[in-house]
């Protein structure tokens, strides 16, 4: 069978899979790429039609922008190396709004006319459902959508492939380019081709920042490397946030955190600031002026942010309080924490069934239990975990503990369920919830990423309530703590305790996998140290790399080989790489890749 042949045949399988989906059958994973299925059912949600097009139209769109004046260039450059082949270069800004399109071909210039894939209509997502440029702009990746693979039909005979345009400086998306041609002419170089286009794009962007962004830049990058805190940063046309204060911070405490930090740079001199923030923490600010050119103040600064307890002042500062138990079995004091103990509390209280939703280690198990235990230790819990869901025996051992007397019940990993397994999850949950009973019943389930399983639509309708753990590096506060209680479990009498040179490796660590990591790094530790204090020769290796991510298996045999080589050598680089039979530029690479700590010599 020629190639042609086979991208027909699967093709129509592709279609047949679609109209399934639209159809509200059943559809395989393995019948669609995950990003298209997940597409497939935002789209859905927000009623896009399928079956013809209803664009929104912005007459003459503002073409000088920044991103127009660097992108238009490359953009032509690029059309002109096509050489009059049929691929249209088109330029949409961050809401999917094309401001210009390139095309030599006229029999594809006049499809795309039809479908109005030209300037001033909006091709984002929610407007014509999946497509390279919509779905591109709302996954914040790179995205191909080939054929079938489209939403709407009138967009099958075309395929697409876009990329979101970061801006160099403050990251935010502020727009994205896609190349498109006709289905039959679809090549996986047409992705690679349109990648290349935007970090071009991107790099003009660089190149027209002026020098006051750039040193405000470099503050900033230097601000994060040396904090595990929240850190912003701020001027006139800019604003800059790490992924930390993004995930602590409401959207109402960002705001009013940024508009306090953009007074108190104005002055052009360091200080800092004391706030009460909306959701009712205290934030101290720190705010450092970067000197760039200009007038003093006018470059903005870099704003170092730390959340304390309600009611805590500059003035009052003092030796830390004791830590306490807040809930059985639990410890920690950080502002995130206890904001999720809070309110998986109150869902408890108030009857609520709640979806406890948090990376994999976080403690979404051990804080329902810990609610149970305060609030109804002589009560029943059934923990059951949806990853035994292929057994015969699961589905009737959840009916068993929702239709039984009453109780607690805790369901794990619900993400991890087939679109039929989760069908009759909600159709025993509807049934348990009309059923007459004697005690009340509280039901909660815990996932991973509800983004990761469209099919859950169903299913999560019927948890009123959402609680999102954080991970430990966003309450990295709590890890001596917790390592102490860890430390109590394992060992006896507080015979071993942790360095202070230790605890501050494990305070820079990641922890990929949370609590739960650290709990496994602790017990290790106890099973090769009884007493005395654990130094930071005593951690694992994975305790000395600062990754965001969990290694495979093989990955982590060559990073602990790596770590323990540095250990030996005192750091030499030159002599670790030796050792292991590495070239100096391997190991260098290497270190770099895994985030590293290199040991003090």
Not at 192 to 207: P, Y
Not at 487 to 501: A, F, I, M, W, Y
Request: aromatic letters at 4%; proline letters at 6%.
């Amino acid at each position: 069978m020629s190639s042609r042949s086979r991208r027909t045949v699967g093709g129509e399988q592709l279609a047949r899979t679609r109209e399934k989906f639209l159809t509200r059958d059943p559809v395989e994973p393995q019948q669609v790429r995950e990003p298209i299925l997940a597409s497939w059912s935002r789209s859905r949600e927000w009623n896009v039609p399928a079956d013809h097009i209803e664009l929104s139209y912005i007459r003459d769109p503002d073409l000088d922008t920044p991103l127009t004046r660097s992108a238009l260039p490359v953009l032509r450059s690029l059309r002109d190396h096509l050489d009059g082949q049929p691929i249209s270069v088109i330029l949409t800004d961050a809401a999917g709004v094309v401001l210009t399109r390139l095309t030599s071909d006229p029999d594809l210039e006049r499809h795309l006319d039809g479908v109005n894939l030209a300037p001033g209509f909006s091709y984002a997502e929610e407007q014509v459902g999946t497509n390279g440029i919509g779905t591109a702009l709302e996954g914040g990746q790179p995205a191909h959508v080939f054929g079938h693979e489209h939403y709407a039909e009138h967009l099958e005979d075309l395929a697409c492939a876009g990329v979101p345009i970061h801006h160099p400086i403050t990251g935010k998306i502020v727009g994205a380019v896609d190349l498109t041609c006709w289905r039959r002419n679809a090549d996986r170089l047409l992705v690679a081709l349109v990648k290349t286009t935007a970090d071009q794009i991107t790099q003009a962007l660089l190149t027209d920042s002026s020098a006051q962004e750039l040193e405000l830049l470099q503050d900033y990058l230097r601000a994060c490397r040396r904090s595990n805190g929240i850190v912003l940063a701020l001027s006139k046309d800019l604003v800059m946030m790490n992924e930390h204060a993004r995930h602590v911070l409401d959207p109402g405490d960002q705001a009013v955190l940024l508009g306090q930090a953009g007074e108190a740079l104005a002055g052009g001199k360091s200080r800092a600031v004391e706030i009460e923030l909306p959701t009712g923490l205290t934030a101290r600010m720190h705010c450092h002026p970067t000197r760039g050119p200009g007038p003093l103040g006018s470059a903005g600064g870099v704003v170092h942010v730390k959340l304390l307890e309600a009611g805590r002042r500059l003035a009052a500062d003092g030796p830390a309080a004791p830590s306490r138990m807040v809930l059985p079995g639990l410890v920690g004091s950080g502002a995130l924490w206890l904001r999720s103990c809070q309110q998986v509390q109150e869902g408890y209280e108030a009857d609520e069934w709640l979806v406890l939703e948090g990376e994999a280690g976080v403690g979404k198990l051990a804080l329902a239990r810990a609610v149970h235990q305060r609030r109804s230790p002589a009560g029943r819990i059934d923990v059951l975990d949806a990853a035994d869901a292929g057994t015969a025996d699961w589905m009737p051992a959840v009916r068993a503990a929702l239709l039984g007397p009453g109780g607690d019940v805790v369901i794990r990993h619900v993400d991890q369920l087939g679109p039929r397994q989760t069908h009759l999850l909600a159709g025993a949950l509807v049934e348990a919830r009309s059923a007459p009973r004697a005690e009340r019943l509280w039901v909660a389930v815990t996932l991973t990423r509800r983004s990761a399983a469209p099919n859950l639509t169903e299913l999560l309708r019927m948890f009123p309530g959402s609680v999102t753990l954080p991970p430990l590096r966003h309450h990295v506060e709590d890890l001596p703590e917790l390592s102490t209680f860890f430390l109590g479990k394992l060992s006896q009498h507080g015979r071993l305790t942790v360095s202070p040179e230790a605890t501050k490796l494990l305070v820079r660590s990641n922890w990929p996998g949370n609590v739960e990591q650290l709990w496994q790094v602790i017990r290790r530790i106890v099973q090769r140290r009884r007493t005395g204090s654990i130094l930071a020769r005593d951690l694992p290796p994975e305790c000395w790399t600062v990754s965001r991510r969990l290694l495979s298996p093989l990955e982590a045999l060559e990073r602990d080989a790596i770590v323990g080589s540095l250990l030996d050598t005192e750091g030499n680089k030159a002599r670790a790489a030796e050792s292991l039979g590495m070239s100096r530029a391997t190991i260098y690479r290497k270190i770099h890749e895994y985030g590293i700590i290199i040991p003090a010599g």
